[in-house]
């Protein structure tokens, strides 16, 4: 690939975007020894009732992370919409934040990177120098970046959800821009290893008060999005409650 700005079709750059979180999965997979989580075999893959979008989710967990969800949704032969998610929850046992990746096609390419705070950053100072102004002049070299169109969501849970550093954009359909992307989320990733690697271990008496936020914050942010309404008309309500719990870990084997 190269950088030139040619447009793809959207075949094209689904594949591209779905190989980026493959990329991003195996790193993850690398470090963690990830395992997937039997509740969500029988999502692999599904379709809505009238047979024309598809989908697949899949859920691990591992000795360091309480749920982690790798998606997608969609249609590439013949939608310009999809949708891929990889987010990670991490276990209580440190309090680096959670990591978020979202990407997809509404025709331009759209990403969503981010770091979910664990802690009230207005009032944890130290945890907003640690883990968020690092990342402060990537986000502000993206504002000037006029290839890119900041997406700024309707929904003001979901504003309020997102950092004060995300990643939120959309650009052209072009390999600059997936290249750009695909350099974000591994630019985040590995960042976000590192702080892994280096975190303070939580006190034993402080780890039930994080886990009980942590899953609050994971099943609320689920069932608060505004395009679940979108999803009960494509497949119906039982399915999408299903997919609800799923993206929070509420159904299945073994839930958090």
Not at 57 to 69: G, R
Request: hydrophobic content about 40%; glycine content about 4%; charged content about 25%.
């Amino acid at each position: 690939m190269t950088h030139q700005p040619t447009d793809l079709d959207k075949k094209a750059i689904f594949e591209q975007l779905w190989e980026i979180t493959k990329e991003l999965h195996q790193k993850l997979e690398a470090r963690f020894q990830l395992h997937p989580d039997p509740s969500t075999l029988d999502l692999q893959p599904y379709r809505s009732l009238d047979g024309n979008i598809n989908g697949s989710l899949t859920t691990f967990v591992a000795s360091e992370i309480d749920w982690l969800v790798h998606s997608w949704l969609g249609n590439p032969e013949s939608s310009n919409f999809s949708v891929m998610r990889l987010t990670t929850w991490l276990k209580s046992h440190i309090q680096v934040p959670h990591l978020a990746f979202e990407f997809g096609t509404y025709p331009n390419i759209f990403f969503y990177i981010d770091y979910i705070p664990r802690t009230e950053l207005l009032t944890d100072l130290a945890y907003l120098d640690r883990y968020y102004e690092p990342v402060n002049q990537t986000f502000l070299k993206l504002q000037s970046d006029s290839r890119l169109k900041l997406f700024t969501s309707k929904n003001v849970y979901i504003r309020l959800f997102q950092s004060p550093v995300r990643l939120c954009y959309t650009g052209a359909p072009t390999l600059d821009i997936l290249e750009l992307t695909r350099t974000l989320a591994h630019e985040t990733l590995d960042r976000w290893l590192t702080w892994v690697d280096a975190a303070e271990p939580v006190p034993e008496d402080a780890r039930d008060a994080l886990a009980a936020r942590d899953l609050w914050l994971r099943r609320s942010s689920a069932e608060r999005d505004a395009d679940n309404q979108i999803a009960v008309r494509l497949f119906g309500s039982e399915l999408t409650d299903r997919l609800v719990r799923s993206l929070w870990g509420g159904v299945g084997v073994s839930p958090p």
